[in-house]
């Protein structure tokens, strides 16, 4: 259902592949960006972009299991972190890494940015997924 292609002829990726591709007819889910807030709408992880990054996964873990889908299914990530500073970068993709996201390995950017929409919001993960059929 789903081919991941790593390029050759580019630097091999560390825990990615370069390209997903997926047949026409499979359904697919976009979803929004996934933020470190609980089901309260409190920020979860103040000043803690590893925390934050663990709950934005768990949230986006419940994002995927609305529309019948789940981690295995991601085709593509954007990660966006509040960092000025590669070892922050890395510290939150560990933490993808490790949920699972990356066993495809999955087609993912991971990006530092400035600030994001929320009050002390470090982490933010936007995912497109196939939605298995349920037959």
């Known amino acids: 259902m789903i081919q991941r292609v790593t390029v050759p002829s580019l630097f091999p990726p560390p825990v990615y592949s370069h390209a997903s591709v997926v047949k026409a007819g499979t359904d697919l889910a976009f979803l929004a960006g996934s933020v470190p807030l609980d ?3 409190k ?3 103040e000043g803690d972009p590893v925390r934050q990054a663990e709950q934005v996964l ?3 873990g419940e994002q995927l299991r609305a529309v019948g889908s789940d981690m295995a299914h991601v085709v593509s990530t ?3 972190v509040v960092a000025g500073e590669p070892a922050v970068l890395s510290a939150v993709w560990d933490v993808v890494e490790a949920s699972g ?3 495809g390995p999955h087609s993912s950017t991971l990006i530092g940015v400035t600030c994001l929409g929320y009050t002390g919001q470090l982490v933010e993960i ?3 997924a196939v939605v298995p059929d349920q037959a």
């Open 39 to 41: 089901a309260e709408g």
């Open 43 to 45: 920020l979860v992880g």
């Open 58 to 60: 768990v949230n986006l």
């Open 126 to 128: 936007t995912a497109t």
């Open 78 to 80: 954007d990660v966006y």
């Open 101 to 103: 996201l990356s066993s």
